[in-house]
């Protein structure tokens, strides 16, 4: 349980002032300093009844349960820094601020507003100086410890934009008690609006878009509707506000349509008269010129045509800089543009804890967003998923998160992310005060597409087809040809990207584009309105049945993995043409997209999903009148069926698909439907001899066809026939001559698989040197392909392995890493042959032992656990110190 206080608290804020000047004084003896100095606050804190939250870098975040406490703390700490004997004259001075508030603990991390504003009452301040907010003064006035007093320094405006606070200084005897004015609002002439609501997280943001506004005279931040542009926008402007002695405008263009206005709104914001016959872009020139001004020119996707007019005023005036929010950039030279990203979001495939999760500014958001309209609102760890769910589906836009979050009032977040599953308009609308395209998330999407011309409408909709994005390759035939789209279809690509409606991904090595699940949403509304939806998705049913055609002949050899790769980059685009496919009817293409894809699921560890899509596919009413692609359907259903070792239902798919190929007639398939034929019959050990003949009549017609790579497998299959029939010395030599014909051929699948069965030869000959080399070499080539089913079998190979060397409690920590990600990917072979053969996996261990060992050996990654299998020195220190 935390110790922490709730309820009323006082949160302490500190750091040194001008850091980067005394590391530059003091160089290797900083880090002496920066330790002292951490050990007085430390002290001094803890002495006075301070909980210690977090340091970074020279600040402080610490926590009070009371007022009176937190005062004389901060005069504790001044004290002891101004004592402390500093090397080399050295003067290390802290400021500190203090606000007393409410915010809601999440694990060991307050959120909330006051927490905010504790932060921007000592960014307020200065070295040596302590200033406290007037919520703290009521509290501690007339309370004081003697000698202590306060200062009133009168109403100031903070950085976080909120509104006006009144500051006071705690003057301790002895110390400094004049410093310069503070550090807020009002030292900079501005017009930044207040803001009601706190500034979440984009720390990284703020900085970088700082150093660009140190670099270059204009800056754009580009981003969708709803990314938190103008809010960022007016945090770097305040954060930025000490470098414009002149001036920090903000320039709001959301009302404008007209760019031969804007000079006017710009002279407006200013409150320069443009009144006679002085045009307002000379009247702005004129006021610019020898000044060192900020302009925030908020909006701008409206009024494009007015670019120049930044451009212009930028020429004028050598101290003037120009921070743009535009959905799209100016294309003006000497630009450089900031693309605004979403907030960060967890992974929803490995989740941390809440108060870890806590951290990732999308759920901070959200959670401070729901505290604010239902007080008495709690993260938990068990609505935690659903609150990441939530922001993940949101794509962790600020607008969509806070929208989102006032939903609490009446759904809790696991109901509020079932219903977002199916619609975001469960949404809802937000503040009434905001811009009408604001108060939704479809009104600032449909902003952004009434801005559009009809082809850049056309290539949005026909590209919400691609599921979490899509490569040029794919789509220029899915959504051209040109003449439909405006221009090449890469460079129509390139302007819905220009216009945030796009993202481009720089991480490929070909050009990719992504929209936003919120985006994509929408346009596929536009796309379903049309009348070339059907269209548009059979497109893209055929460039992915494209892709993976491609794809399946290098599935075996030595671009394996880039192979796979390339199809996980774009498995959500499989699924999306394979659900078209289901809903439209369309038995064929399903059945020659499932069928020319199936190795990718059974390689990567998706054999559950990949055998439920194949039963509906094979279920399709039409599914029958299309031989040659049920037949390749069927062998895909029965491979899936054997990896999970249901031999019985394999079995089945497989006779179905040898009958159906036969009728087709092409030797070469049915050299292949016979071997596949043969294997459930191996494995599960009951019609070894027919499984003989089969495997007979497949090699004999892959040696007519001189088909080495057919006859390869064959040899493994007639090999892995021997082994289950325990006859190891014919064993051994067919799979052999199958690995020699593989290494040569340079076909990695079929040599993995022939050294693994080489591997249970040799355990079972009682060769472990050998078995342990053979198993070694197979899980390295699995590990070069990432291919996952072979992985896991190694697992438990290995496990076998180390169990035979005399180390029970590995061996038990490798079965049980074995059948954990057995159940995760559906490869059920391996517990499938330790059922055949006995085995536990906890032999050689007492219940509690094995117990221990199994729960350890569970908790491991896949990487881990192959890590480990290979080197036992790899165990994770986590479950090293127990």
Same mark, same amino acid.
């Given at each position: 349980?935390?110790?922490?206080?709730?309820?009323?608290?006082?949160?302490?804020?500190?750091?040194?002032?001008?850091?980067?000047?005394?590391?530059?004084?003091?160089?290797?003896?900083?880090?002496?300093?920066?330790?002292?100095?951490?050990?007085?606050?430390?002290?001094?804190?803890?002495?006075?009844?301070?909980?210690?939250?977090?340091?970074?870098?020279?600040?402080?975040?610490?926590?009070?349960?009371?007022?009176?406490?937190?005062?004389?703390?901060?005069?504790? /700490?001044?004290?002891?820094?101004?004592?402390?004997?500093?090397?080399?004259?050295?003067?290390?001075? /802290?400021?500190?601020?203090?606000?007393?508030?409410?915010?809601?603990?999440?694990?060991?991390?307050?959120?909330?507003?006051?927490?905010?504003?504790?932060?921007?009452?000592?960014?307020?301040?200065?070295?040596?100086?302590?200033?406290?907010?007037?919520?703290?003064?009521?509290?501690?006035?007339?309370?004081?410890?003697?000698?202590?007093?306060?200062?009133?320094?009168?109403?100031?405006?903070?950085?976080?934009?909120?509104?006006?606070?009144?500051?006071?200084?705690?003057?301790?005897?002895?110390?400094?008690?004049?410093?310069?004015?503070?550090?807020?609002?009002?030292?900079?002439?501005?017009?930044?609006?207040?803001?009601?609501?706190?500034?979440?997280?984009?720390?990284?943001?703020?900085?970088?878009?700082?150093?660009?506004?140190?670099?270059?005279?204009?800056?754009?931040?580009?981003?969708?509707?709803?990314?938190?542009?103008?809010?960022?926008?007016?945090?770097?402007?305040?954060?930025?506000?000490?470098?414009?002695?002149?001036?920090? =405008?903000?320039?709001?263009?959301?009302?404008?349509?007209?760019?031969?206005?804007?000079?006017?709104?710009?002279?407006?914001?200013?409150?320069?008269?443009?009144?006679?016959?002085?045009?307002?872009?000379?009247?702005?020139?004129?006021?610019?010129?020898?000044?060192?001004?900020?302009?925030?020119?908020?909006?701008?996707?409206? /009024?494009?045509?007015?670019?120049?007019?930044?451009?212009?005023?930028?020429?004028?005036?050598?101290?003037?800089?120009?921070?743009?929010?535009?959905?799209?950039?100016?294309?003006?030279?000497?630009?450089?543009?900031?693309?605004?990203?979403?907030?960060?979001?967890?992974?929803?495939?490995?989740?941390?804890?809440?108060?870890?999760?806590?951290?990732?500014?999308?759920?901070?958001?959200?959670?401070?967003?729901?505290?604010?309209?239902?007080?008495?609102?709690?993260?938990?760890?068990?609505?935690?998923?659903?609150?990441?769910?939530?922001?993940?589906?949101?794509?962790?836009?600020?607008?969509?998160?806070?929208?989102?979050?006032?939903?609490?009032?009446?759904?809790?977040?696991?109901?509020?992310?079932?219903?977002?599953?199916?619609?975001?308009?469960?949404?809802?609308?937000?503040?009434?005060?905001?811009?009408?395209?604001?108060?939704?998330?479809?009104?600032?999407?449909?902003?952004? =597409?009434?801005?559009?011309?009809?082809?850049?409408?056309?290539?949005?909709?026909?590209?919400?087809?691609?599921?979490?994005?899509?490569?040029?390759?794919?789509?220029?035939?899915?959504?051209?040809?040109?003449?439909?789209?405006?221009?090449?279809?890469?460079?129509?690509?390139?302007?819905?990207?220009?216009?945030?409606?796009?993202?481009?991904?720089?991480?490929?090595?070909?050009?990719?584009?992504?929209?936003?699940?919120?985006?994509?949403?929408?346009?596929?509304?536009?796309?379903?309105?049309?009348?070339?939806?059907?269209?548009?998705?059979?497109?893209?049913?055929?460039?992915?049945?494209?892709?993976?055609?491609?794809?399946?002949?290098?599935?075996?050899?030595?671009?394996?993995?880039?192979?796979?790769?390339?199809?996980?980059?774009?498995?959500?685009?499989?699924?999306?043409?394979?659900?078209?496919?289901?809903?439209?009817?369309?038995?064929?293409?399903?059945?020659?997209?499932?069928?020319?894809?199936?190795?990718?699921?059974?390689?990567?560890?998706?054999?559950?999903?990949?055998?439920?899509?194949?039963?509906?596919?094979?279920?399709?009413?039409?599914?029958?009148?299309?031989?040659?692609?049920?037949?390749?359907?069927?062998?895909?259903?029965?491979?899936?069926? =054997?990896?999970?070792?249901?031999?019985?239902?394999?079995?089945?798919?497989?006779?179905?698909?040898?009958?159906?190929?036969?009728?087709?007639?092409?030797?070469?398939?049915?050299?292949?439907?016979?071997?596949?034929?043969?294997?459930?019959?191996?494995?599960?050990?009951?019609?070894?001899?027919?499984?003989?003949?089969?495997?007979?009549?497949?090699?004999?017609?892959?040696?007519?066809?001189?088909?080495?790579?057919?006859?390869?497998?064959?040899?493994?299959?007639?090999?892995?026939?021997?082994?289950?029939?325990?006859?190891?010395?014919?064993?051994?030599?067919?799979?052999?001559?199958?690995?020699?014909?593989?290494?040569?051929?340079?076909?990695?699948?079929?040599?993995?698989?022939?050294?693994?069965?080489?591997?249970?030869?040799?355990?079972?000959?009682?060769?472990?040197?050998?078995?342990?080399?053979?198993?070694?070499?197979?899980?390295?080539?699995?590990?070069?392909?990432?291919?996952?089913?072979?992985?896991?079998?190694?697992?438990?190979?290995?496990?076998?392995?180390?169990?035979?060397?005399?180390?029970?409690?590995?061996?038990?920590?490798?079965?049980?890493?074995?059948?954990?990600?057995?159940?995760?990917?559906?490869?059920?072979?391996?517990?499938?042959?330790?059922?055949?053969?006995?085995?536990?996996?906890?032999?050689?261990?007492?219940?509690?032992?094995?117990?221990?060992?199994?729960?350890?050996?569970?908790?491991?990654?896949?990487?881990?656990?192959?890590?480990?299998?290979?080197?036992?020195?790899?165990?994770?220190?986590?479950?090293?110190?127990?």
């Amino acid at each position: 349980m935390s110790t922490l206080p709730t309820g009323t608290v006082t949160f302490f804020f500190s750091d040194i002032e001008g850091s980067t000047r005394l590391i530059q004084q003091l160089g290797e003896r900083y880090p002496d300093v920066l330790l002292a100095h951490h050990a007085i606050q430390r002290e001094a804190l803890a002495a006075n009844g301070g909980h210690e939250l977090r340091t970074e870098g020279d600040s402080f975040f610490i926590v009070f349960d009371s007022a009176l406490e937190a005062c004389a703390g901060a005069a504790a /700490v001044q004290r002891r820094l101004q004592q402390h004997a500093w090397p080399d004259g050295a003067a290390v001075q /802290v400021r500190i601020g203090l606000h007393t508030g409410e915010a809601t603990l999440v694990g060991n991390e307050y959120l909330g507003l006051d927490v905010h504003r504790a932060a921007r009452v000592a960014s307020a301040g200065h070295g040596g100086q302590v200033l406290i907010s007037e919520t703290t003064r009521a509290l501690v006035d007339h309370a004081l410890p003697a000698g202590l007093s306060l200062r009133d320094l009168g109403v100031h405006r903070l950085k976080d934009l909120a509104r006006p606070e009144r500051l006071y200084q705690l003057t301790i005897p002895g110390l400094r008690a004049d410093f310069p004015p503070l550090k807020t609002l009002e030292a900079t002439p501005n017009n930044l609006p207040v803001q009601l609501t706190s500034f979440v997280g984009r720390d990284d943001q703020v900085r970088e878009a700082k150093q660009l506004l140190a670099r270059s005279r204009l800056v754009t931040l580009t981003g969708p509707g709803g990314t938190g542009k103008t809010r960022l926008s007016l945090q770097i402007a305040a954060s930025v506000l000490d470098q414009f002695p002149d001036g920090v =405008y903000f320039v709001p263009l959301s009302a404008i349509y007209d760019p031969e206005l804007v000079p006017s709104a710009i002279a407006q914001a200013l409150a320069i008269s443009t009144t006679g016959r002085h045009r307002p872009i000379d009247a702005l020139i004129d006021h610019l010129r020898e000044r060192r001004t900020l302009l925030i020119l908020d909006n701008f996707e409206q /009024v494009l045509e007015a670019a120049p007019v930044a451009r212009q005023l930028l020429e004028a005036s050598g101290g003037l800089r120009v921070l743009v929010s535009s959905r799209t950039v100016l294309r003006v030279s000497g630009e450089q543009e900031f693309l605004v990203p979403p907030l960060a979001l967890p992974d929803l495939k490995a989740l941390p804890g809440l108060a870890a999760l806590s951290q990732f500014e999308a759920v901070r958001l959200f959670i401070e967003r729901a505290v604010a309209v239902k007080p008495d609102f709690e993260a938990t760890n068990e609505n935690a998923p659903a609150i990441a769910g939530i922001c993940e589906r949101v794509d962790g836009l600020p607008l969509a998160i806070e929208l989102a979050a006032a939903r609490v009032k009446l759904f809790s977040p696991p109901a509020l992310l079932s219903r977002l599953e199916k619609s975001l308009s469960a949404l809802g609308s937000g503040a009434r005060d905001a811009p009408a395209r604001q108060q939704t998330l479809r009104g600032a999407i449909q902003w952004s =597409y009434d801005l559009l011309e009809a082809a850049g409408r056309r290539l949005l909709a026909r590209s919400s087809v691609f599921a979490r994005g899509g490569s040029l390759d794919q789509m220029e035939p899915v959504c051209g040809p040109p003449e439909d789209v405006g221009a090449e279809v890469v460079e129509a690509l390139d302007q819905l990207a220009d216009q945030s409606l796009l993202r481009r991904l720089p991480d490929f090595d070909e050009p990719r584009f992504l929209m936003l699940q919120t985006i994509r949403d929408f346009a596929m509304e536009r796309l379903d309105e049309s009348e070339e939806a059907r269209l548009i998705r059979d497109r893209h049913v055929e460039a992915f049945i494209a892709l993976a055609q491609e794809a399946e002949p290098h599935l075996f050899g030595p671009n394996r993995r880039e192979r796979l790769d390339r199809l996980e980059i774009d498995h959500d685009n499989f699924r999306a043409a394979l659900d078209w496919c289901l809903e439209s009817g369309d038995a064929r293409e399903a059945m020659r997209l499932s069928g020319v894809f199936w190795r990718f699921w059974q390689m990567r560890g998706h054999i559950h999903e990949g055998r439920a899509r194949m039963l509906k596919v094979l279920g399709m009413p039409r599914s029958h009148e299309f031989l040659q692609e049920r037949a390749l359907a069927l062998e895909a259903a029965g491979g899936l069926a =054997y990896w999970q070792a249901d031999m019985e239902v394999a079995q089945g798919f497989y006779d179905e698909c040898l009958e159906l190929t036969r009728q087709v007639g092409d030797r070469r398939a049915i050299a292949n439907a016979i071997y596949n034929d043969a294997f459930p019959m191996v494995v599960s050990r009951k019609t070894i001899p027919r499984a003989r003949e089969l495997l007979t009549e497949a090699l004999a017609l892959y040696r007519e066809l001189g088909d080495d790579g057919g006859a390869a497998r064959t040899l493994w299959g007639l090999g892995n026939a021997s082994y289950f029939d325990k006859d190891y010395a014919v064993a051994k030599p067919a799979l052999e001559e199958a690995q020699a014909i593989s290494r040569r051929l340079d076909d990695r699948f079929n040599l993995a698989w022939s050294t693994h069965t080489l591997g249970l030869v040799a355990v079972n000959t009682e060769d472990i040197v050998a078995a342990k080399k053979h198993f070694l070499e197979a899980l390295n080539l699995f590990i070069q392909a990432q291919d996952v089913s072979g992985m896991t079998l190694q697992l438990d190979n290995l496990s076998v392995i180390a169990r035979r060397e005399g180390d029970a409690v590995r061996a038990t920590r490798l079965a049980a890493a074995a059948v954990a990600q057995q159940r995760a990917t559906g490869t059920g072979l391996g517990g499938l042959l330790s059922y055949q053969e006995g085995r536990t996996g906890r032999e050689g261990l007492s219940e509690a032992d094995a117990a221990r060992a199994w729960a350890e050996g569970q908790a491991l990654t896949l990487d881990q656990a192959v890590a480990y299998a290979i080197d036992p020195a790899a165990l994770p220190s986590a479950l090293t110190h127990g």
